[in-house]
């Protein structure tokens, strides 16, 4: 049986936005690139991956296009690398940078690694919370506050109540 990769998908452009993917670890990043664009009603661009740190610094890149400059620090072409040689441990992150001149990305976290359901045919989207921001013009995303403060909102009932007294 194979195994299946969850991810969990974020933009820094809205809060609200999130996606939940689940694809096989043995995806090729090119593959994955081409699912997340259809997914997210994209057209076709440049894009990278870049593998990055508990920071979300950018690591080592993988393009969609080859650039010929592999080597041991240049990037690779996506369609030589597999999901499953870069993601190696839970919480593992990967950024997609789909706007290269815009420096625009979606930042993607490996949630959980698990078995694949028989029947099941992956890649597959889980869970989706707003709309994608828009590809190509970034003041139409205006962000409209964040998924946290939704699901927070029914305890925002003592906001601005200074009767209650903090201290027991």
Known sequence: MSMIFKFRMLS????NFVRDF???YDMSLLDFHNFITRSLEYDECMASFFTADDRWERVREFTAMDMGAGGEDGPLPMSEVL???VMRRIHDRLIWLFDMFGNRAYYLELLEA???EPGRSYPRVVFEHAPAPDQYDPEENEDEGSIFD???GDFNEFDGDDSYDDEY
């Open 114 to 116: 698990k078995e694949a």
């Open 12 to 15: 820094d452009e809205n809060d």
């Open 22 to 24: 689940e694809v096989m």
């Open 83 to 85: 999901l499953g040689q």
């Open 150 to 152: 939704e699901m927070m």
